[in-house]
């Protein structure tokens, strides 16, 4: 099959399959699970086989292919790929699968939640293989409006205590219920949206209204002026997807509230639209802002790194761990980015890969944990780890991952991204990224000790009289479709580790492309 | 390059490679097959030939009879930037990593052999998942002894780390083992930034990632410094140095035989090791090396004192390892990193010992403390045989006039005075375990103390035996192993014996037969010392709340009431905002057309003025 | 003819007209008070009608009459239903509309 075809089954068919969902009945719950695994299924074949007959040495953009969609504004359904949208599209591709199969076992209207996952993941397969602005900017649309019927439909809600000096706002906001924190997400996140569009109509102008088209618009030296104001609205406006400092604040309360699945599928690939937002329309399309401003980008990753990691150090939540840590994570891929080396710009789409993995192996564990002891409140648990082992060994391979523990995908991306910042002439981001990897050891090894490890039950019957009935009665390891999202995601994480190449060749090719002409040097100076 | 010559007929590093290679099957055939796991002696059958076969390549390598240059390389590209590779996995082997190899893999094979024995009580899954790890232990250690550069070496520091970490949370239902490991996994990780760092500078400055000549040459007198001071940091956390080794004595928490693996040939000695394979750079970094000559030196003087007043057995061998490893640290801070190396290959061999032996006194007495035991010896005579043998090697091991030997030779007066009183304590503290745990009435639990079986005690008896020979053929063994120059016979070595002896002879006289109530005198000698080492603790342990836990807890209170309640403040004003704007549809007709009429009488007006 | 003091009464009728409407809460005086704009309308199209001369403006305010009778009879049933539906013939009464 042609390349050009498998990226457009990649991005069409989970599109077809929402379609075929919403024209299905509900009640006919198998067939539903299994056209939305076809679905993913057949996007993430499609996505291993654009992959496959990627052309590693000719490199560039392959497999492209354009329709015509509104022709007298230079818009059209043009769709292709490079070194850096093929690993997400995969990524995007596995964990759609595993989400599917995360959420096996949703009551209710089964129907209606696998339609907008499907129709949400469409919309990333098209961002990632999107070389049209406008049909990058659609899609982006497509993958963050479903959200927030997700989290508002089959969310989950939780009281976040009254305080502070602007503690009068809990009279009107239901701080952490899930239509706040749906309500919170969309808007937080269609501001980002309308300074996306913002820049990105102020692009086309200026390019002569002529195309939308990705590589004409990177042909086009904008004035300085337009590069900087335009990089910041792109920064700021798909930041604030990818959670950038102190845009984040949606993030934990809207991974908290949100079912698994859509977590996995928000933590897991959502948020790396915004980075790949960052770095592929932002950087390569405004390399003078870019390179005027990647020392702020860089200071406030630095700062994303280390609030993020305090800030998850302190919950109690077992949600908001995990959300918090997303935000930390996250930093560590805008800091490669802003390295402008060829290390930290690896290092950069190697952590989107690798957190992507991570963070929904960390919330498809987080909701098997949360549908057992149906509790997130971590000094509650303990011992665990006596009921569920298998969960408990997965939990701790993602929290050795996301501390960049060796023969673990995250090791390599993140040393990638430290090495970078000191080779950019940035020692303290550098360290400060080390520091924040001790900061993950802290926290995440904290939360697997309280959930897992001690003795069964103690922090529950501490206050309870002897002999008081099982806290948990429901704590039962992993069960048959469960074990398959897990089991994916934990190998590929070692596989990964063991051997980042199987990313980082490709990936490498995508930096090699784009990085000189951003950077404004030759390749080699900034290997 | 002088090549390494074959070894059983194969190229040497594909024997190194199956060193690694074959925990490694063993770990995952443990790790992935549950039923295999579930079979307890089975599962650690097969763990135990992985480390036969690793031990046999290790030795085969070492008496292949390769000449000191000789050298085998191994090595795939693993990391690339910009189409080139700049970092490799694979084997390395030479005159350093070769004895390690051995010394690793024959501590590993004891250790997993002992284990049968000591660990027959452990339900059968669980003995399977101790086998399990002590294969990745092993995995780990030798991946980073065969490191050919300093990220693999990384990787398998690492590994250890993590290694440890399970092993010591091998009982992780109880809360204070699951404490200690997780202690162990943050120290070392805090003082790994310092690896992680020096790894950075040094590609960042020279673009390799090795220790070569070429390499050092390359990053200059002030880049070798900084990276011999980032490495020494990461050295500290690992190999237990003062002020970081406060997480050695909690791993006493894992079983016994993990205490051996740990402290003797695997996760301490990483840290010793790394400083024997980046020699080169720490021998272009003086200042690094003065701070390490007085931070070994000062730990080998703490960690001795503070083992005089402990009641545990395993916590007097736990400080005893984290003075040996001062001492040699001091050794390589005097320059003298053959004595380094030698020390740390001949304590591998009798601190497992020391740790096994003990292990068999546990085994009998079901307890760690002393008070428990006592006139062991008359029921346990191979064990406490083998026990008294590893105290005397502790005491009297030639190694340690090497250290001596090399610190004074360096003109470091005050490190050296401080080796030669830590060399007098040991033989004191060491005499006073023998005799409170051997001689004198026996506890009432060692009435019904029998001997270990035999699992047990051959890995302790051959432990032993290569003590004494190491012992006795030390002159002529050593500098075919490590390349030590020659033993000096000068009046250090004459002081370091006449200290030990009158270590023995104190310990006799406080703890001898006659003086059976002597237990509670190290409470009021040495507690003084015991309260400063538990400051230390208490220290971190406050950074740790007060300092780490409330920052974050302040830093989670800003995110959530002030930047996200700016946020919910937006929301808040529009909300109320649009609240004020709705009161103006009251639904009244008239107030409609009250509005009306106003703004025709406004439109009349303005017409007027604007013409 | 003088079309002052006509236009002057017409503005007036107006006036009264519109403070009837603004003021009254009962419904049928609201609609009194409309037909007296709607008359005040119509007495200053006769007038000017008078003034120029032709009968274009007598038609249109016949015209309007009957518009105005169309306009009570929907007005007045609107009452009716309001009294059925509120049990008042009071404006106020109705305030769906409240924002």
């Known amino acids: 099959m042609q390349g050009a075809t498998l990226v457009q089954i990649a991005v069409a068919a989970p599109l077809v399959a929402f379609a075929v969902l919403v024209a299905m009945p509900g009640r006919l719950v198998g067939l539903v699970r299994w056209t939305s695994v076809v679905g993913a299924a057949v996007s993430l074949a499609a996505a291993l086989g654009a992959a496959a007959t990627y052309d590693r040495t000719a490199a560039g953009i392959q497999h492209v292919s354009s329709l015509p969609f509104v022709p007298s504004l230079g818009i059209a359904l043009t769709f292709g790929v490079d070194g850096w949208s093929l690993p997400l599209l995969v990524l995007t591709g596995v964990i759609l699968l595993a989400g599917v199969f995360a959420s096996w076992d949703v009551k209710e209207r089964p129907r209606d939640f696998f339609a907008l996952l499907l129709l949400l993941s469409g919309g990333v397969q098209g961002v990632f293989a999107s070389l049209d602005l406008f049909v990058f900017f659609l899609c982006y649309e497509i993958a963050v409006l479903p959200m927030y019927l997700l989290i508002a439909i089959w969310g989950t809600s939780k009281r976040v205590a009254k305080g502070g000096p602007l503690g009068f706002v809990w009279s009107r906001l239901d701080i952490g219920g899930k239509e706040y924190a749906a309500m919170k997400l969309t808007l937080m996140l269609l501001v980002g949206s309308a300074l996306v569009l913002f820049a990105m109509v102020g692009l086309y102008v200026a390019a002569g209204s002529q195309s939308f088209d990705i590589r004409d618009l990177a042909k086009v030296p904008f004035e300085r002026n337009l590069q900087l104001w335009a990089f910041v609205a792109l920064w700021v406006g798909f930041g604030s997807l990818a959670g950038v400092f102190p845009f984040h604040t949606w993030s934990p309360d809207g991974h908290a509230a949100a079912p698994t699945a859509v977590s996995m599928l928000h933590a897991g690939v959502l948020m790396k639209l915004g980075a790949y937002g960052v770095i592929r329309i932002g950087m390569v399309l405004l390399p003078e802002g870019a390179r005027e401003l990647a020392w702020l980008v860089g200071v406030v990753a630095t700062v994303n790194i280390l609030w993020g990691a305090l800030a998850a150090m302190a919950q109690t939540d077992l949600k908001y761990i995990i959300a918090y840590s997303s935000v930390s994570h996250m930093g560590v891929v805008m800091l490669g980015a802003a390295t402008l080396t060829v290390n930290g710009w690896n290092g950069a789409v190697f952590q989107m890969v690798a957190h992507g993995l991570m963070t929904a192996l960390f919330f498809a564990l987080v909701g098997l944990v949360y549908g057992r002891a149906h509790s997130r409140d971590v000094p509650q648990m303990g011992g665990f780890g006596a009921r569920m082992p298998g969960i408990a060994v997965c939990f701790t391979i993602a929290a050795l991952s996301s501390l960049g523990l060796p023969g673990l995908a995250g090791f390599g991306a993140e040393f990638l991204v430290f090495l970078g910042a000191w080779q950019g002439g940035q020692p303290v981001w550098a360290v400060a990224g080390l520091v924040g990897a001790f900061l993950t050891a802290v926290y995440v090894l904290r939360a697997a000790k309280a959930i897992f490890w001690g003795p069964y039950g103690q922090a529950a019957s501490a206050s309870d009289p002897p002999g008081a009935p099982d806290p948990y009665p429901d704590l039962s390891d992993a069960r048959g479709v469960e074990w398959f999202s897990l089991a994916v995601l934990v190998a590929l994480l070692v596989a990964l580790g063991v051997w980042p190449r199987l990313g980082l060749d490709l990936i490498d090719v995508g930096t090699a492309d784009y990085l000189p002409a951003v950077a404004g040097r030759a390749l080699e100076v900034l290997r | 390059m002088v090549a390494f010559p074959p070894v059983f007929g194969m190229s040497a590093a594909v024997v190194g490679l199956a060193t690694i290679v074959a925990p490694l099957a063993a770990f995952l055939l443990l790790g992935l097959l549950r039923p295999l796991r579930a079979t307890g002696t089975p599962a650690a059958a097969v763990a135990i030939v992985a480390a036969l076969v690793s031990t046999a390549c290790a030795f085969a390598l070492v008496f292949a009879g390769a000449p000191r240059e000789a050298v085998a390389d191994l090595t795939v590209p693993w990391l690339v930037s910009a189409g080139q590779t700049w970092a490799t996995l694979g084997v390395y082997l030479d005159a350093t990593s070769v004895p390690m190899l051995a010394v690793v893999t024959l501590v590993g094979l004891c250790v997993q052999v002992y284990s049968l024995g000591y660990l027959h009580d452990e339900p059968k899954e669980s003995f399977g998942r101790y086998y399990a790890f002590h294969s990745l232990f092993l995995v780990a250690m030798l991946l980073l002894v065969v490191a050919k550069d300093l990220l693999q070496l990384f990787v398998g520091w690492e590994l250890v780390g993590l290694a440890s970490y399970l092993l010591i949370g091998f009982w992780w239902q109880k809360p204070s083992a699951a404490r200690a490991a997780v202690k162990a996994f943050w120290l070392t990780k805090l003082a790994d930034i310092g690896l992680g760092a020096a790894i950075v500078v040094l590609y960042v400055q020279t673009h390799a990632l090795d220790w070569s000549p070429a390499t050092v040459q390359a990053l200059g007198p002030a880049g070798a410094t900084l990276v011999a001071a980032l490495l020494f940091v990461a050295v500290m956390g690992k190999s237990a140095q003062f002020p970081l080794h406060v997480w050695l004595p909690d791993a006493m928490e894992g079983p016994t035989p993990v205490s051996a693996l740990l402290h003797a040939a695997t996760m301490v000695a990483a840290g010793v090791y790394l400083l024997v394979r980046a020699w080169p750079i720490f021998d272009a970094a003086p200042d690094v090396r003065l701070a390490m000559a007085w931070i070994g030196a000062f730990t080998g003087l703490f960690a001795s004192v503070v083992a005089c007043a402990q009641t545990d057995i395993k916590k007097v061998l736990a400080y005893s390892t984290c003075a040996q490893l001062g001492y040699m640290v001091a050794a390589a801070g005097a320059g003298a990193i053959d004595a380094a190396y030698a020390h740390l290959i001949g304590h591998a061999a009798f601190k497992a010992l020391l740790f096994l032996g003990a292990g068999c006194l546990i085994h009998a007495v079901h307890s760690n403390e002393l008070a428990d035991m006592g006139g062991l010896l008359r029921r346990l005579k191979f064990s406490g045989g083998a026990f008294i043998v590893g105290a005397l090697a502790l005491g009297l091991y030639p190694s340690k006039e090497l250290v001596l030997a090399g610190v004074g030779h360096a003109g470091l007066q005050g490190p050296l005075v401080l080796l030669l009183a830590a060399a007098g304590l040991t033989a004191f503290y060491m005499t006073r375990s023998v005799l409170l745990a051997l001689f004198g009435p026996a506890s009432a639990h060692a009435d019904h103390a029998h001997e270990a079986p035999a699992s047990m005690l051959a890995p302790v008896l051959l432990l032993a035996l290569l003590s004494v020979a190491g012992f006795a053929l030390f002159d002529s063994v050593a500098p075919v192993l490590v390349a030590v120059r020659e033993r000096p016979h000068s009046w250090l070595g004459h002081i370091a014996h006449g200290l030990a002896l009158a270590g023995f002879a104190v310990g006799f006289a406080l703890y001898g037969p006659r003086r059976r109530d002597a237990l509670a005198l190290p409470g009021v000698r040495a507690g003084l010392a015991f309260v400063r080492a538990a400051a230390v603790d208490r220290a971190f342990q406050a950074a740790y709340r007060m300092g780490l836990l409330a920052f974050s807890r302040s830093v989670a209170w800003v995110d959530r009431y002030l930047i996200d309640g700016v946020m919910n403040l937006s929301a808040f004003a529009s909300q109320s905002g649009a609240e004020r704007a709705r009161r103006i549809q009251t639904g009244k007709t008239y107030d409609y057309l009250t509005a009306v009429v106003a703004g025709l009488l406004l439109l009349a007006v303005a017409s007027v003025y604007a013409r | ?99």
């Open chain 3, 1 to 99: 003819m003088p079309v002052q003091p006509w236009l002057l009464l017409g503005a007036a009728l107006f006036a009264l007209g519109v403070y009837g409407v603004l003021t009254r809460r009962n419904a049928i005086g609201v609609l009194v008070a409309i037909e007296l704009m709607a008359n005040a309308v119509n007495l200053n199209l006769a007038v000017f009608s008078r003034l120029h001369g032709n009968l274009h403006g007598q038609a249109f305010a016949l015209f309007g009459l009957a518009l105005t009778v169309a306009e009570v009879a929907v007005g007045l049933s609107i009452v009716i239903l309001l009294h059925r539906s509120h049990r008042s013939v009071r404006v106020g009464a109705a305030s769906e509309l409240k924002g």
